[in-house]
């Protein structure tokens, strides 16, 4: 009967109480951490505290940062071909990005930068509203 006793606590009492200690503590390594961002994102809206001159000075400082993010991807996802700043509308297959006017119009059968016979055109979907 002991070695049965002894068996059964090797076998189903200690995984279990190993499995439901590493469940606690994960649990309460989540509750008690600091926030972490999930995934990259560019442009999100932070909230943050006026409480002291150098607060606000930081906070001054991010702002802008997250302005020059903001204005560089901005200048990144704008039309080449045409340079008034609209915003890019089609991908070709030699990876060269377009609006919408220069997709129908000066980019209609060659890539405006390599000349190249524009075969396949996708349309690119991503959120305009951060860039603006």
């Known amino acids: 009967m002991g070695n049965f006793l002894s068996t059964c606590k090797r076998v ?3 995984p279990v109480f190993e499995a439901v200690t590493s469940i606690f503590k994960s649990v309460i390594e989540f ?3 600091v926030e972490k961002a999930i995934c990259d994102a560019i442009f999100r809206v932070l909230q ?8 606000q000075a930081e906070i001054q400082e991010r702002i802008a940062e997250q302005r020059r993010k903001k204005a560089s991807c901005r200048q990144m996802m704008a039309c080449k071909c045409c340079k008034n700043n609209n915003f890019v509308d089609y991908i070709f297959d030699c990876a060269h990005m377009v609006c919408g ?14 000349n190249e016979i524009i075969r396949h055109r996708i349309e690119m979907d991503y959120p305009r509203h951060e860039l603006n």
Do not use: K, L
């Not at 943050?48 to 607060?55: H, T, V």
């Not at 006017?101 to 390599?114: D, G, I, P, V």
């Open 12 to 14: 189903i009492v200690e």
């Open 31 to 33: 509750f008690t951490s």
């Open 48 to 55: 943050f505290e006026y409480s002291s001159q150098q607060n």
């Open 101 to 114: 006017s220069c997709n129908r119009s000066t980019c209609a059968n060659r890539c405006f930068e390599c």
